[in-house]
C-alpha cells in the first residue's frame, strides 16, 4: 500500500502554529496548486486549494521561513478526516500530512526576501563561465579549493 504526494504551490496565508496540550508543535496553511492543464475549452487553468498540517519541527520549520506568497514544495500523505460540525452534521475534509516542506524558489526576491527584510550584501554571486572556441565546459579542479562557496 502506498500514500504518498507532492505537491507545489503558493501559500494563501502565514501558517498558522499552534501547540497541543502537550506542547506538540503543529502548524497548518492551504497551498494554492494551479493544475496542469486548462478547462475542456482550453479556457483558464483552474486552482486546488489544498490544506496541509505540519507536525513537530516540521511545523516550526514552516513558521519560521514560510509565509503567505512563499512557493513551497509539499511532500507527505493524504489524510481524510471524518468530523461532526456544530449543527451536528457529519462532514469529511482532506489534508496533507507533511513529512517534508522545501523551498519552491529563491529566498530573495525583488532586493529582499520573502518576508520583506532587505537584502544582504554578503550573499555569493558566482562568475560566469567563460568559454572559447573548442574550449571545453567543464575544467579540472585544482587541489586548492579554497575559493569554492561551500
Request: negative net charge; aromatic residues 10%; glycine residues 10%.
Amino acid at each position: 500500500m502506498l500514500n504518498h504526494i507532492t505537491i507545489m504551490g503558493r501559500l494563501t496565508r502565514d501558517p498558522e502554529l499552534r501547540y497541543t496540550q502537550s506542547q506538540t508543535p503543529v502548524a497548518s496553511f492551504t497551498l494554492a496548486v494551479d493544475r496542469d492543464f486548462g478547462g475542456r475549452d482550453g479556457g483558464e487553468k483552474q486552482t486546488d486549494f489544498i490544506d496541509c498540517v505540519a507536525w513537530r519541527s516540521t511545523a516550526e520549520f514552516v513558521s519560521k521561513y514560510f509565509a503567505k506568497g512563499s512557493m513551497a514544495v509539499v511532500s507527505g500523505r493524504l489524510q481524510i478526516r471524518d468530523w461532526t460540525d456544530r449543527e451536528g452534521g457529519k462532514r469529511r475534509s482532506a489534508e496533507v500530512v507533511v513529512d517534508n516542506m522545501y523551498f519552491g524558489e529563491s529566498k530573495r526576491r525583488e532586493g529582499g526576501d520573502m518576508r520583506g527584510e532587505p537584502r544582504h550584501s554578503s550573499s555569493y554571486d558566482a562568475p560566469a563561465p567563460s568559454m572559447s572556441m573548442g574550449a571545453s565546459a567543464f575544467s579540472d579542479l585544482g587541489d586548492d579549493d579554497g575559493e569554492l562557496p561551500f
